[in-house]
């Protein structure tokens, strides 16, 4: 079992930052390529960004390409996700997940554990 537990969300103005962070805890946290997803009112849960077990690869979506950076310290077993020039379209919660397989990455029924997620509220 890996546990997740994400913190940084809040309430921004349009243009503005924000930086996500997921804590793991349980298994070998290297051991688990990571995801960002986002799931906003009467909307299907989409993926944002992921990035592989060694941190050598990132994977965005088009959407937020050039706006938010995902990284990783497998030292602290956190992933994080800066989010920069904020859209009101971005308000969503924000789920965190791990997927053992390090592949599909872009894929949420690939990944084997999930956050309780942090609501992100950009306002226009």
């Known amino acids: 079992q890996v546990q997740l537990v994400e913190s940084g969300g809040g309430l921004v103005q349009a243009g503005g930052s924000l930086r996500l962070s997921c804590g793991a805890s349980?298994?070998?946290?290297?051991?688990?390529?990571m995801g960002w997803f986002r799931q906003a009112p009467g909307k299907e849960r989409e993926f944002v960004a992921a990035?592989?077990?060694?941190?050598?690869?990132?994977y965005y979506a088009d959407s937020v390409k050039g706006r938010f950076t995902i990284s990783r310290d497998n030292a602290k077993n956190t992933v994080y996700l800066q989010m920069n020039s904020l859209k009101p379209e971005d308000t969503a919660v924000y789920y965190c997940?791990?997927?053992?397989?390090?592949?599909?990455?872009?894929?949420?029924?690939?990944?084997?554990?999930w956050g309780q997620g942090t609501q992100v509220t950009v306002s226009a």
């Open positions: 990035i592989s077990r060694s941190g050598g690869s990132t």
């Open positions: 997940a791990a997927n053992q397989d390090n592949s599909w990455l872009a894929y949420s029924f690939r990944y084997n554990y």
């Open positions: 349980g298994r070998t946290f290297s051991n688990y390529a």
